[in-house]
């Protein structure tokens, strides 16, 4: 599909020119889970720079989901009932997810950060099932989500999540086991085959060795043994010595640091600018050369490569723009945000079910790959579940509260979104909020939209004085009848 094709010819320079609605918009939604029309509107007219600073600044002060009760638990805390025991830890887990999708709709650029590193730094939590575990380990992204790399890196290796996740916990000196190093360069770092050996793998699980220590009541964090340490010789990238983990991850980015910074950036570059790094019509592989040059400038610094990004022609360029296939929690939580429509702990913890549903677990990623993103969304096992479920989101709202639809279609048309008599003017209003370029063609498109917008007035012939406005009785099913028929649109899977 030609929409697709990366063409972007933009640099790195500034984007200087006010923001428009468009480009407030497009913000939002990469740096965020999208904004409601207040947000958009107060973002209008100012520099992207600004816009962008303030984003980054609520992000560098967001503050971590705070430690609940149970963070340091192990099995002993626990009944010694099973039935008991697994309510209180399914209890723990429901919490937890909903704080941490309440700080996904709430945090901005700091949670869709986290959000983008869970995918990175995979875990998967059938399988070290430990809600202590989780905690710390949620914890460690959103600490480090636009932070020091090398610190991040550092940290993560020594979640206990991580240990048992990739087999650290089994790492001996006299048995190594080779999965976190593996993983530690091949998904991590450097990027698969990229300018490492085998027998670097070997050497490296050996300067792991020893985080194995797992306690006797299980789910206790794990410790270093020095017994269980491989104390001798390494080679690791070219360097030889008696070396540890701090050895290794100093190692890697001083031996490394070319290989790093392309491969992360070029990761950053396809989750919020496009997914085709790979252009031939575009400069996409002069971006991210771009910004590795930064990440190395500012010793494996996160947050000046994102600044530096998301304040340039590249990313604002309308090549840039709704190219990127919505993931489940971006179909959702860009719904809620753009309609501004009211939710509770109950429609969250519907969203996280029907993001499961679509193959998009929270805390479990499908392998240590990770989720794979953009085409794999809309594949044929979950495309009708995408418009099935964002129907019945639709539905749940109005059957909560159908008098937010009329609040929604005024708010999104503008000053004249109350008084104006053109019901076209209207839907498409909300037709450009909820997708990224409206439409792609005037016929049959917008006609179509139109045509369902128009339908409740015009069969019931409800007007005041031979005129229609948005305060009519059934205008707020106009904007009900319009959502749903949007919802099923491709354009409304773009972002």
């Known amino acids: 599909m030609e929409y697709f094709i990366n063409c972007n010819t933009s640099g790195l320079t500034p984007y200087t020119t006010p923001l428009d609605k468009n480009k407030a918009e497009h913000l939002y939604r990469r740096l965020g889970f999208s904004a409601s029309v207040q947000t958009i509107n107060a973002a209008i007219n100012q520099s992207a720079t600004d816009v962008v600073n303030t984003l980054m600044n609520e992000a560098a002060n967001s503050a971590p989901i705070p430690m609940p009760t149970w963070a340091n638990w192990n099995n002993s805390n626990y009944p010694d009932n099973d039935e008991a025991r697994n309510n209180l830890v399914n209890s723990q887990r429901e ?23 869970s995918n990175h730094f995979v875990t998967e939590l059938d399988v070290y099932n ?3 575990f989780l905690y710390h380990y949620v914890n460690c992204l959103q600490r480090n989500a636009l932070g020091n790399f090398k610190t991040f890196v550092s940290e993560i290796g020594l979640t206990s999540a991580m240990l048992y996740y990739l087999d650290g916990v089994y790492n001996n000196g006299n048995n190594p086991n080779e999965n976190y190093g593996r993983e530690l360069y091949e998904l991590f770092t450097l990027g698969e085959g990229n300018n490492y050996t085998e027998q670097d793998i070997i050497e490296t699980a050996r300067a792991l060795s020893g985080y194995v220590e797992r306690g006797e009541l299980g789910c206790e964090t794990v410790t270093f043994d020095p017994e269980k340490h491989d104390a ?25 640091p070319n290989e790093i910074a392309g491969f992360i950036c070029k990761k950053l570059y396809e989750f919020f600018v496009h997914p085709d790094s790979q252009d031939e019509a575009g400069n996409a592989e002069t971006i991210i050369q771009g910004m590795a040059d930064t990440f190395i400038a500012s010793q494996f610094e996160i947050a000046p490569v994102l600044s530096e990004l998301f304040k340039s022609e590249h990313f604002f360029d309308d090549d840039a723009i709704g190219v990127i296939i919505k993931s489940p929690y971006d179909m959702y939580f860009n719904l809620i945000k753009e309609t501004n429509f009211s939710y509770d702990n109950t429609v ?3 969203t996280i079910s029907a993001c499961t549903l679509l193959s998009q677990e929270l805390f479990d990623p499908f392998d240590v790959a990770g989720w794979q993103r953009n ?106 009848l319009l959502l749903l028929h949007l919802v099923r649109q491709p354009e409304f899977q773009l972002k």
Do not use: H
Request: hydrophobic share 40%.
């Open 95 to 117: 919490e937890f997810s909903l704080a941490y999708t309440n700080a996904l709709l709430d945090n901005n650029l700091a949670d869709r950060m986290s959000f983008f590193w």
């Open 130 to 132: 430990c809600n202590g």
């Open 232 to 256: 001798g010789s390494k080679t690791i990238l070219g360097q030889t010595g008696n070396w540890g983990y701090d050895d290794v991850i100093d190692i890697l980015f001083e031996q490394r």
């Open 348 to 350: 969250l913890n519907s």
């Open 375 to 480: 085409r794999s969304w809309i594949n044929t096992n979950f495309m009708i579940g995408r418009w099935l479920t964002s129907e019945m989101f639709v539905q749940n709202f109005w059957e909560s509260n159908k008098e937010q639809f009329r609040t929604f279609g005024i708010d999104a048309t503008g000053p004249n979104g109350a008084t104006t008599n053109d019901p076209d003017e209207v839907a498409r209003a909300i037709i450009d909020k909820i997708t990224p370029k409206g439409l792609l063609t005037e016929i049959p498109d917008y006609s179509a939209a139109f045509d369902v917008f128009r339908e409740p007035y015009e069969s019931d012939m409800v007007y005041q004085n031979g005129s229609w406005s948005m305060m009519l009785p059934n205008a707020d099913s106009q904007v009900y």
